[in-house]
């Protein structure tokens, strides 16, 4: 969509009277005329909530979450995301599977048992505190909203306050998103699956090693986790035929 007509329909750049408040106004407009959070939230939203990075998973049927949104696109938000999808522990997985909002203000200086494989990862990138908010429909987890800060501490009470309700609207999103996926990166505001090359990775390893999906995906967290290399950097060379399938081999 032009950037002047999705203006238009959403509303302007936050007025800088009160930028939250047209933000939230801004994400819930898009929502009921059937747009995501890429087409209607401007660049740098996570800043106006006091953070960094934020980013949209949506749980999916088989207990994966799913990235579908990040601002910035690129980055902290994605990467620290990639992190818990790969070791399978953080803050995200944490709000997602307990369905309460999780919060630590000093990632540096946390209880590494509280999260033994994300902290010691995390501590190599700029994050230093996070908050993740569970979307829960009928009390169930259906996504995750998780904000990333470079400076230790939360943001402010007003804040918070603000985020659970772009959580809410984003709730709304969700819904119709998981019952109509989008693959393409230009409708309904620009839906983006961040992660096709690892699902394609992990299609092409089951059918090669004759395994389940899910052992697939197992044992290609593993490798990436054991040899300290991105998941979609591993996923990209089987794909590329660059390493054998039988690299997985157990």
Do not use: K
């Amino acid at each position: 969509m032009p950037r002047d007509r999705r203006d238009s329909e959403f509303g302007a750049v936050p007025s800088p009277c009160d930028p939250l408040a047209e933000v939230l106004a801004r994400a819930h407009r898009a929502v009921r005329s059937g747009y995501g959070p890429h087409g209607a939230l401007p660049t740098e939203t996570a800043r106006l909530f006091g953070l960094d990075a934020l980013t949209l998973n949506a749980l999916t049927h088989d207990g994966q979450l799913e990235l579908m949104w990040a601002d910035p696109p690129e980055g902290l938000g994605p990467e620290l995301d990639t992190l818990q999808y790969t070791l399978g522990d953080g803050p995200t997985l944490q709000a997602a599977l307990e369905g309460r909002a999780v919060t630590e203000p000093h990632l540096t200086t946390a209880d590494t048992a509280r999260w033994p494989l994300f902290l010691p990862a995390a501590a190599r990138t700029p994050a230093r505190a996070t908050v993740a908010l569970p979307l829960l429909l009928g009390g169930a987890s259906i996504g995750v909203l998780t904000g990333y800060r470079t400076t230790p501490g939360l943001p402010t009470t007003r804040q918070l306050d603000a985020l659970n309700r772009l959580a809410a609207t984003l709730l709304l999103f969700l819904t119709t998103a998981l019952a109509a996926p989008v693959n393409g990166p230009t409708q309904n505001g620009g839906l983006r699956i961040y992660r096709a090359e690892i699902h394609q990775a992990t299609g092409y390893l089951a059918a090669e090693l004759g395994i389940p999906v899910g052992q697939a995906l197992l044992r290609l967290r593993a490798h990436a986790t054991a040899h300290d290399q991105p998941l979609a950097d591993l996923a990209h060379a089987f794909l590329m035929r660059s390493l054998p399938a039988d690299t997985l081999h157990q």
